[in-house]
């Protein structure tokens, strides 16, 4: 019997108000790394009405301006209208920064100078920044190997942002969030349910000021401008029967951080895989790469994306856990639901043998230390919106799928007993 189900993920603008932390904290983190890549940095950010407070602990030789660093992104975002009721230029920004815990510290400092030339032994001396577990997962639902849920719900909020930033939408604003329901057959997504896109918005577009006008020029605009262009490489479309839904309340006028407050790290799901896979529960903007947060969770991704792009399984979760202080993960596990062409046991001793997964072994890997330096201080807020996995409009590291072959040719040789 065909099992026929619903499933749904959401997305956010660069505008929206948790959005905007994130951004903030990132933004804060590639220039502290760029001057310093020894920084501990664990910022965190909170906006309201004409308020942006950043707080938490960091650790840094960097010399760096956090009001103008807040002020530059807010402004970048979009937020330079007094009227949208937050500015870039108006906005109070108060500073209240801590150290890092000498206790945490204690455990990950070791051998931190020597990191990039470090031995088998100094990688094991280097610990983890916290205890913690953490999800990776990749499918072949879509070309990045992503779910597709989330996968169009973020290439509408991108395509929302872009449009309003050309000029093509002019009376769009920064907040805005999205929503796709996609219809499963057995697994496999064959329809589109409903669409919908809740946007920030001027109170008249020309001479329409009509609240009912308004709306639905808005819900014509959006869907030539911005849902239909969305799908362009996509199999699986909406049609006749796809619901689509636009300011479902009436308007979206008051918006942003004057609409509701922010705060980093509250939206792990949308950065993530859109609810379709577990997580672990630890955000990752604002954190530098000793926080496994963030760090291993890339690792579980590029993990679990060779395996599915080596063709060893449709879906593949890795789940790490880590203790503080401590290299080695204290439990790997990988599950394939059923779609592994070898058993996941044996896809657990690939992972155990070709992947690093030690926090200084990921940190290399990755290069996630100098990357920010290396990328002219913009590395980190790149994946700050519109999803930290998935983007293949960005040259990430743990996105590659560099360990296709050698995963192919092991596999071989432990079916054929040669190892």
């Known amino acids: 019997m065909t099992r026929r189900y619903l499933f749904t993920s959401e997305s956010v603008t660069e505008g929206h108000p948790d959005k905007i932390c994130d951004q903030i904290s990132d933004t804060i983190l590639d220039a502290l790394l760029a001057q310093d890549p020894g920084s501990r940095v664990a910022a965190e950010v909170v906006v309201n009405t004409g308020l942006v407070l950043i707080t938490g602990e960091i650790t840094s030789k960097a010399q760096v301006n956090y ?16 009227d949208n009721g937050f500015s870039a230029s108006s906005c109070a920004v108060l500073v209240a920064l801590d150290e890092q815990s000498a206790d ?74 999205t929503q796709v329901t996609v219809v499963y057959e057995d697994g496999r997504p064959v329809g589109i349910d409903t669409i919908l896109v809740s946007t920030q918005h001027t109170p008249a577009i020309g001479d329409i000021t009509d609240v009912a006008a308004v709306q639905a020029k808005i819900k014509e605009d959006l869907w030539t401008a911005v849902i239909l262009p969305s799908f362009d490489g996509i199999a699986v479309k909406p049609d006749a029967e796809t619901r689509y839904l636009v300011n479902p309340t009436g308007k979206f006028v008051i918006g942003g951080p004057q609409g509701d407050s922010g705060l980093t790290g509250r939206k792990i799901i949308v950065d993530t895989y859109g609810g379709y896979s577990r997580h672990g529960g630890g955000a990752f903007s604002g954190k530098d790469p000793t926080k496994v947060d963030r760090s291993a969770a890339y690792a579980c991704r590029y993990a679990a994306k060779n395996i599915v792009a080596a063709g060893l399984a449709e879906k593949c979760e890795v789940q790490l856990s880590y203790a503080i202080g401590v290299a080695r993960p204290v439990s790997i596990m990988v599950e394939t639901f059923g779609t592994g062409k070898v058993d996941d046991e044996r896809l657990l001793e690939l992972v155990k043998q070709h992947f690093e997964l030690r926090p200084a072994g990921i940190i290399r890997t990755f290069n996630l230390n100098h990357l920010p330096a290396e990328r002219g201080g913009r590395f980190y ?35 054929s007993g040669v190892v």
């Open 67 to 82: 009001v103008d660093l807040a002020r530059k992104k807010i402004a970048e975002i979009g937020y330079v209208d007094a």
């Open 381 to 415: 807020q790149e994946v700050a919106a519109y999803g930290h996995l998935g983007r293949e409009d960005l040259d990430l590291p743990w996105e590659q799928t560099d360990k296709v072959e050698l995963l192919k040719q092991s596999i071989s040789q432990l079916l």
């Open 104 to 177: 945490i510290a204690q455990g990950v400092d070791q051998a931190h100078e020597t990191r990039e030339q470090a031995s088998d032994e100094e990688l094991d001396a280097i610990g983890a920044g916290d205890q913690g577990l953490m999800f990776g997962f990749a499918c072949n639902e879509t070309p990045e190997l992503m779910p597709l849920p989330i996968s169009l719900a973020h290439r509408i909020s991108r395509k929302l942002a872009a449009v309003r930033k050309t000029g093509q939408l002019p009376y769009l604003r920064p907040d805005g969030k």
